[in-house]
């Protein structure tokens, strides 16, 4: 087999842990020796041991692995966090080659891991291509702009409404699309929602019928301050972002800024540590984000229904005539269409 | 090989005539005898020669023909019409066995061909599945209902508008889905447009950018007489349905109903031969269609641009709250969704 073949055996590996790794990468690691795989490895959750240990814990015969090459999707860590630091580790095992699948933009990390194995006289070859940044889009993202990796998220009828009725919270999507919706919550660190959604929808923006040990941060962007005195400022969790001096002085979570933007935001969670934050909506919120290209991937799930003239339009703004990108996946999901757009220029 | 094998070889053949058969369904035919193939036909376009008789031509040395089967994936037909009756025709060859696709949905043929080949002593052996229903589903629809096959067309943004502003044409598919829509249209006897849309579009209905002998029939519902002194209502090839008596009796081609529903204009299409219509809007004549529950298809060209909030949304009226239907296919065309959907039940 070639190095491009067990590569991707190493990126399946690393796929296999989903949104379990939440803040971390999701990176997988295979040892070969003499075109035998002698261990597949991955990081399975979050506060787990990393791909590159995961795989040497499955060799009985350590003795096996003098010689060997090791394929890791992401570059091996040089600081000691959670778990030592991979690449000090690996340094005992005495291997012939690291071939890594792409430099960690982490700047805590980038060509340490690597420079440490290579002044110990192992080869270390960069893959060419990034197979991490395809697996782990929003941690690439973050480390690379300084600022949370954004998708937006629509549930929409057939006819683009939300709802039936301006003030109405209609429920369109099935119980199997919405295990698929929490899903995708899983993966985020926030999830950020306008007032009128708080006030109508009463969500609880948590991750329910998937398993998860990290609930996102709760956000709600709420200018004006309209949710003084009612429920939803005093969740648990919750952050309030707002134009209103009076009201953000009353709660120790809300936030005044004197501008609210979509841009605004994403630098205030980028400061959290957020990664990935899923904006939920409604309308007038993801109009803006589109209107000021603050996204990195659209997702929607449009179901076959047609709604009533009166309900809202998503992406509602008297202003926006834009383009959402260009389609990177459409798939079904119980007889409803869930869509991945990506922005031209991102 | 088997029955089913040189079946499926004459769907294959069929399908190549696309729109060209127009009104006739499309047919394939394969000769076969001792496993081998003698000759694969089809109903080319309108007029031609039926698929047997194109098969037939195809075969050099007729004293083959002896003893060989033919799969055709309709009836044969028993009648006289621009051509002379296929299964007639046959009895000449002196063919040991017929397989036929479906029984023709035509009450002039129904089974008449199957019993003239039988009572001559040839083998007629019926196919199982409605193969010629799925390559012909308006022809067959059309003489099993005698109403036409609805199909509802729509182009809409991502957000579920169909244009930017209330009286507003606002263009937003590319040259490559018009192609598409164009081949859509080819396959119709009836392109049907509410007042509105034909006042605000000015359509011409016609058949473009794709090569066609017919142009289907435009069709203007005008229930108030919008219409009345415009160039509307004096473009060739053009009937207008309406409610409004004084403006029937004023011009030839206006024709009137005393209530103008989506079933009436399907009656009075059906009883014009038209066995293909095509509803292109706008909103208010989709919605009805859909609360009438009176369409076989729904194909849905979906943009990736926002439009704003002040545009007409698809299906448009208070009332609507239904389900389209079954997703049964989705394409991209050139950055562009391509949606078919069947209602439940038909």
Avoid at 10 to 17: D, L, M, N, V, W
Avoid at 84 to 95: F, G, I, R
Avoid at 219 to 235: E, M, N, S
Avoid at 315 to 333: E, H, K, P
Wanted: glycine letters at 6%; charged letters at 20%.
């Amino acid at each position: 087999m070639k190095d491009n073949e067990y590569m991707q055996m190493a990126i399946e590996a690393a796929k296999q842990a989903q949104w379990r790794t939440w803040k971390n990468p999701r990176v997988g690691a295979v040892i070969v020796k003499a075109d035998t795989v002698l261990a597949v490895g991955y990081h399975h959750q979050y506060g787990d041991v990393h791909a590159e240990i995961d795989a040497y814990q499955q060799v009985t015969d350590k003795n096996q692995l003098v010689g060997a090459t090791i394929y890791v999707t992401l570059e091996p860590c040089a600081h000691t966090g959670k778990q030592p630091s991979c690449a000090s580790e690996m340094l005992a095992w005495v291997l012939k080659r690291v071939v890594v699948g792409q430099i960690d933009p982490n700047p805590l990390v980038t060509m340490h891991g690597i420079e440490r194995l290579r002044k110990a006289g192992v080869q270390v070859d960069i893959w060419r291509t990034p197979v991490s940044e395809v697996i782990n889009p929003a941690f690439h993202y973050f480390f690379t702009h300084q600022l949370p990796y954004v998708t937006l998220k629509v549930a929409q009828s057939f006819n683009g409404k939300i709802n039936g009725a301006p003030d109405e919270a209609t429920k369109i999507t099935t119980a199997e699309v919405d295990v698929d919706s929490h899903r995708l919550r899983a993966y985020q660190q926030a999830i950020v929602v306008g007032s009128a959604t708080a006030l109508i929808d009463q969500p609880s923006l948590a991750v329910r019928n998937v398993s998860t040990d990290h609930q996102p941060l709760r956000v709600i962007i709420d200018r004006r301050g309209r949710l003084a005195g009612t429920d939803q400022v005093h969740q648990p969790n919750t952050l309030v972002i707002t134009e209103n001096e009076m009201f953000a002085a009353q709660y120790e979570q809300v936030q005044y800024q004197a501008t609210v933007t979509p841009q605004s935001v994403r630098q205030l969670l980028g400061g959290l540590g957020i990664q990935a934050m899923l904006v939920e909506g409604g309308s007038e919120l993801h109009a803006a984000f589109v209107a000021a290209q603050a996204y990195q991937t659209v997702v929607v799930y449009q179901t076959t229904t047609v709604l009533p003239n009166d309900g809202l339009s998503s992406f509602a703004r008297d202003a926006v005539f834009a383009s959402l990108g260009n389609i990177s996946d459409v798939t079904t999901i119980d007889n409803t269409l869930k869509i991945t757009l990506k922005p031209e220029e991102q």
